[in-house]
């Protein structure tokens, strides 16, 4: 007895009919051997990543590196790399230019700024989390404008409110001008953060006998530090690197921050490249160093800020 199969016009078995003893070729499939093709969570290849990356990188460090090299390069050398090592350049703009003083007032502008700039948005920003009054939404939207005025229209206004007063002149003068400018802001990203902590712990913390003050020590405030350095750390960081206030409030050299002085420094040492550049190092360090020992506080805490609860 004998299988037979039907067999259509052109010799091939009929569709749906089995086949027997005849080889069905397998579904193609990767080659042995061949390596696959290494693609991130987004498809991207890795060249494909890398190499904008190194790109950016090249022209972000690049500037970084030639400030670096005349700052410790030795004055009449023109090698590629600071060697052998001087920190001339360094000691003169300390102590002969006077970097040691703009330094000092620039530490204090920040230190003051960021403190007076982070209570005052901390209170506030608790106001525009925690209660509803007439005006919110045009109280918000006022302090959002406030972003698009650009500061030099502030200083003819500052200037003449500041010598009524009899701060010309003086370093509450940048101060106050510095804190005002920043306040919209930082009170937006402040009150943000607080909409996100549950209103159920302050109850709690009532239920037990705390007053709103106390609990608000004890249960908001310590959720509230990645919102807190992000803040205090863009009020210093702007106090320090602010150029235009300092330049208009300020006219004894004593009193000069360093973005000041190290503009005065160009006219001053001419074409002497190795002191301007010892003076950019100066000013550039203390926010490398603050950015590198807040950065994953500061991702989280703008982030935070910036999701409304």
């Known amino acids: 007895m004998t299988r037979s199969t039907t067999t259509t016009a052109t010799g091939g078995p009929a569709a749906g009919t089995p086949t027997v003893g005849r080889d069905v070729p397998a579904a193609k499939g990767p080659e042995r051997g061949a390596a696959p093709r290494r693609r991130g969570r987004d498809g991207a290849r890795p060249w494909e990543i890398w190499v904008p990356l190194g790109l950016y990188l090249a022209f972000t460090l690049v500037p970084f590196y030639w400030m670096l090299l005349y700052a410790f390069r030795p004055s009449g050398t023109t090698g590629l790399l600071p060697w052998p090592l001087t920190l001339d350049h360094l000691v003169r703009v300390w102590n002969e230019v006077g970097f040691g003083v703009y330094f000092a007032n620039s530490l204090k502008v920040g230190l003051v700024s960021m403190v007076a700039t982070t209570v005052v948005a901390l209170a506030g920003g608790y106001g525009l989390a925690r209660y509803d009054f007439r005006g ?160 994953r506080y500061l991702v989280k805490g703008l982030s935070a800020g910036a999701v409304k609860g």
């Open 136 to 295: 919110k939404k045009a109280f918000l939207l006022a302090m959002l404008c406030t972003q698009f005025i650009p500061g030099a229209l502030m200083l003819v206004p500052l200037f003449e409110i500041f010598k009524a007063v009899g701060l010309v002149n003086s370093l509450w003068s940048v101060i106050v001008a510095e804190t005002v400018f920043q306040l919209p802001l930082s009170l937006i990203l402040l009150s943000g953060f607080i909409r996100n902590v549950p209103r159920e712990l302050e109850e709690a913390a009532w239920v037990d006998g705390c007053s709103r003050f106390r609990g608000f020590l004890v249960t908001v405030l310590p959720l509230l530090r990645p919102g807190l350095i992000a803040v205090g750390s863009f009020a210093f960081i702007h106090s320090w690197n602010h150029f235009l206030f300092a330049l208009m409030f300020l006219s004894d050299q004593e009193k000069y921050t360093v973005p000041v002085g190290l503009s005065y420094t160009i006219g001053e040492s001419g074409s002497d490249l190795g002191s301007l550049a010892a003076g950019g190092v100066v000013a550039a360090v203390p926010v490398i160093v603050i950015f590198a020992l807040i950065q």
